[in-house]
């Protein structure tokens, strides 16, 4: 039994970043999911595959593990290195850039 502790990443559907706070214990799959022939549905016997858990902090996901025993890997967040500008930014006088159209 494996798993993985990670942070997750901002949506790309909104502008907003909740839930990239808490860390998350997320399991490994362990079976291999199957296809049900009659309906087409994609089934597994693996039920821990459903279970993520959430932390507060790393050291507490890391804590959980190994107190019940679970092999696990920490997978470091990586933050955005993107700039936030305003829109009004597009419009000072003192606008480094100058305008393309």
Known sequence: MSAKIYRPAKTAMQSGKA???????EFDQESPRTIDPMMG????SDTRQQVKLTF???ELAVAYAE??????RVIA?????????SYTDN??????QPWTH
Do not use: C, Q
Request: net charge positive.
């Open 56 to 58: 507060e902090t790393a």
């Open 19 to 25: 839930k990239t706070h808490l860390w998350v214990l």
């Open 77 to 85: 967040p990586k933050d955005a290195t993107r700039k936030s500008l």
């Open 67 to 72: 107190r019940n025993g679970i092999e696990y």
């Open 41 to 44: 549905y994609t089934s597994s």
């Open 91 to 96: 419009f000072r006088f003192n606008r480094m």
